[in-house]
């Protein structure tokens, strides 16, 4: 079963639209932890965001925010007033403590910001 | 900043040929890991290592295997490329459960 589920394979949005890419997760574990990464045209993974288990407040950073709700096994990332350079493959991974840290990924979500 | 280096960018290699994928690591981090990248299927984990010449398999370990050696180096191995396995190989590495780093991953073309 796939543990981390990103259900939009592609969104395309026009420059200034904010816009909410959704990652659902799944574990048995009680402690665990999230992440988001960016993945530009250049291939390089880049880390966005990491969140354990224990901490739900919501985080904004700059233009980016990230809703973790557990009980929901939701966590997802809003770019606010999006840019073309925010045009990229988003990740959306889970790391669990039983299983010795390896990080689980969802399949991303391709974003298109349109000028 | 952590720097996670993948030998080569591109490589085309031929069928049943061995290949070697390197990746060295600078901050000391006990974890690293392999990963393959296939459009629509994302990341899946082939191998992990979480110390020297300690190995474990992640979700697609079949014709691969790994090598560590020393901390800092983890190398992919295909023991006899086969063109199924064409595709994007990530490499990355941490310490306990914080976030991975990533290099720039490796283009592999098999033909």
């Known amino acids: 079963a796939q543990k981390v589920t990103q259900a939009q394979t592609e969104i395309s949005v026009v420059e200034k639209e904010d816009v909410t890419l959704d990652c659902v997760y799944e574990?048995?574990?009680?402690?665990?932890?999230l992440f988001w990464y960016k993945q530009p045209p250049s291939g390089e993974l880049v880390f966005l965001i990491r969140r354990n288990s224990f901490d739900e407040q919501n985080e904004i950073s700059g233009r980016y925010s990230w809703n973790f709700q557990k009980s929901t096994s939701s966590f997802n990332f809003t770019i606010t007033a999006s840019q073309v350079v925010d045009s990229a493959v988003y990740f959306c991974?889970?790391?669990?403590?039983?299983?010795?840290?390896?990080?689980?990924f969802g399949t991303g979500t391709s974003l298109t910001v349109i000028p | 900043d952590v720097k996670v280096t993948q030998s080569s960018r591109y490589l085309v290699k031929r069928t049943g040929e061995k290949v070697f994928l390197e990746c060295v690591q600078d901050?000391?981090?006990?974890?690293m890991f392999w990963y393959r990248q296939d459009p629509g299927l994302g990341l899946r984990l082939i191998y992990f290592?979480?110390?020297?010449?300690?190995?474990e398999k992640g979700d697609i370990p079949e014709g691969y295997s790994v090598s560590r050696e020393k901390k800092e180096r983890f190398s992919l191995i295909l023991e006899s490329a086969s063109t199924n396995q064409t595709s994007m190989y990530l490499c990355a590495s941490n310490i306990y459960d914080t976030e991975a780093f990533f290099g720039q991953g490796t283009r592999l073309t098999v033909v």
């Open positions: 290592s979480y110390d020297v010449k300690m190995k």
């Open positions: 574990t048995r574990d009680t402690t665990y932890y």
């Open positions: 991974a889970l790391s669990e403590q039983y299983t010795g840290n390896q990080f689980y």
């Open positions: 901050m000391d981090h006990e974890n």
